[in-house]
């Protein structure tokens, strides 16, 4: 069996996975991300230039879904900041060992940042957390051909994918299916062979669009992942890549137990979104009917309704006004609809706590107090800890392994360095870590403050003061050339006894001299 066959049948059991979830997401991209629907899946008939909110009469989830994005950008990976660190972990406990190693590791982990500081990686980071408001998001961490770029990050639709569920509930295959021009298929991989078939419709048809299959899957036997990138056009494959760590950024936000894809906080708000938008729908047809009215008319020979104009200073040619048999035209009575037992206001707040929106109210709304109203942003501050966990496990640590990768694969490092989190770890240094770990530092300084008051001069008998201030700035990620190192220390100290002996020898010879 060849390699394209079995590809073909993963995809196929892939596919009938995505089938039963699509519903779900169909429902996402309807009312709350319009813009991440892909205009080249088959599925969307080939939706370019297609209004997208046309169905959509309350933008709340919208807006809030760009917010929670941009709130998650914020609270996990800000753009310009040091979000992770490479550090010694658990296994040394040394501490003259572990100082060497973090000076080792310092100047690895500023060429892995450097990765992180250009605009493709923000712009790639807020698409993908856009998508997983809806609960999965995609990022490709591809290496580049370009000089002037060191990689090449893109958010990828998960419309366009098929994901596969592996061993221990990880991702074991991406399946992106794509459409290129045959122009583009060959500038994007210039030396792959194409078939004659291939070369004809290049040398004949160039702009015209085929189907292209980029699989990536793992290989358990090798620990490796596979990308083949192929067509139907052709029995060779384009390309094949073979790479340690996995080009792809799958991260999930919430997961069902038996389910690949993920869930999002736009799925929890889905009941309320739904009736927020017919809500506002049924609002606005009983607006125009109030408005332009409805008309019943007797079916007399005289009056007819296609033929009567609505407009000012307009005259129809009626059987009668009045009499015992009633007008010829008569307006039909404007629907009333109750909508204030539907509390709209407190339902598109409740949609903005489920996602993360943490605008403050409208100034025309019911003035709430300053107490409400922090504890509401200190609550909603703590909303992403449910799945920080998965998102460090899926977002940040791979994507760390990925760029050393691809530096080591450009020699910017001398060595592939493995994170197993015992010899080497990442140290997450977002503002969400910092704050996590501030919690836990707190009672740590409310400790040394307690002994330092009550012992004193004393207090090395209790707290190891200079260890636990150094772990608690190694905590907060200060760099370590900031923090004195146990050789720095020692030669302080020895200073200070030199110092001190020379002090003593001085006052005995000064005593000597005046008897």
């Not at 959509?56 to 660190?85: C, I, M």
């Not at 998001?137 to 893109?154: H, V």
């Not at 990442?426 to 409310?446: G, T, W």
């Amino acid at each position: 069996m060849s390699e394209t066959t079995r590809l073909k049948q993963r995809r196929n059991v892939a596919q009938r996975e995505r089938d039963e979830f699509q519903p779900l997401l169909d429902e996402a991209y309807q009312y709350a991300i319009p813009f991440r629907k892909s205009a080249n899946s088959e599925r969307n008939g080939r939706s370019r230039g297609e209004k997208r909110v046309d169905q959509v009469f309350d933008h709340t989830a919208v807006d809030s879904a760009f917010r929670f994005a941009g709130k998650l950008q914020q609270d996990f990976w800000p753009a310009g900041q040091d979000n992770f660190k490479l550090e010694p972990g658990p296994v040394i406990v040394n501490p003259a060992e572990r100082d060497e190693l973090a000076k080792q590791l310092e100047p690895i982990g500023s060429v892995a940042g450097a990765f992180f500081d250009d605009g493709d990686w923000d712009m790639a980071f807020h698409e993908m957390a856009l998508e997983l408001s809806a609960g999965t998001g995609a990022i490709l961490m591809d290496s580049t051909n370009e000089p002037d770029k060191l990689w090449e990050p893109m958010s990828v639709p998960i419309d366009e994918l098929l994901l596969e569920n592996g061993p221990r509930n990880r991702i074991s295959g991406i399946f992106w299916t794509r459409k290129m021009t045959i122009r583009v298929v060959k500038e994007t991989w210039p030396r792959a062979r194409l078939s004659e078939e291939m070369k004809e419709l290049l040398r004949d048809k160039p702009e015209e669009e085929i189907d292209i299959y980029q699989d990536t899957v793992y290989d358990a036997r090798k620990s490796e992942w596979i990308m083949t990138v192929w067509c139907k056009k052709q029995s060779a494959k384009l390309r094949q890549k073979k790479s340690r760590t996995c080009p792809w950024l799958v991260p999930r936000y919430f997961r069902v137990p038996g389910e690949t894809y993920g869930r999002g906080p736009v799925m929890l708000a889905m009941p309320t979104i739904k009736t927020l938008n017919t809500t506002a729908r049924l609002q606005l047809q009983a607006a125009s009917i109030a408005m332009l009215g409805i008309y019943t008319a007797v079916d007399d020979g005289v009056f007819n309704p296609d033929l009567a104009v609505q407009a000012p200073g307009a005259f129809w040619k009626v059987a009668r006004n009045g009499g015992s048999l009633g007008p010829s035209v008569q307006r039909f009575p404007d629907p009333r609809i109750d909508l204030q037992n539907m509390v709209l206001n407190e339902m598109r707040m409740g949609v903005k706590a489920t996602m993360m929106d943490q605008s403050l109210p409208a100034e025309g709304a019911a003035v709430r107090s300053a107490t409400e109203i922090l504890e509401r942003v200190k609550r909603l501050a703590s909303d992403h800890l449910g799945a920080y966990g998965r998102l460090v496990k899926e977002v940040t640590i791979p994507a760390v392994k990925r760029v050393l990768e691809l530096a080591y694969n450009r020699g910017l490092i001398a060595s592939d360095i493995p994170i197993d989190q015992l010899l080497v770890r990442v140290k997450i240094k977002s503002p969400l870590a910092i704050a996590r770990e501030a919690q836990r530092i707190e009672k740590i300084v409310q400790w040394l403050q307690m002994v330092l008051m009550i012992m004193q001069d004393r207090s090395n008998r209790v707290a190891k003061v200079e260890q636990s201030l150094v772990m608690i700035g190694r905590d907060f990620g200060i760099p370590e050339k900031l923090m004195v190192t146990d050789k720095e220390r020692d030669a302080m100290d020895e200073q200070e006894q030199q110092l001190q002996a020379a002090a003593v020898a001085a006052q005995a010879a000064g005593a000597a001299g005046g008897s």
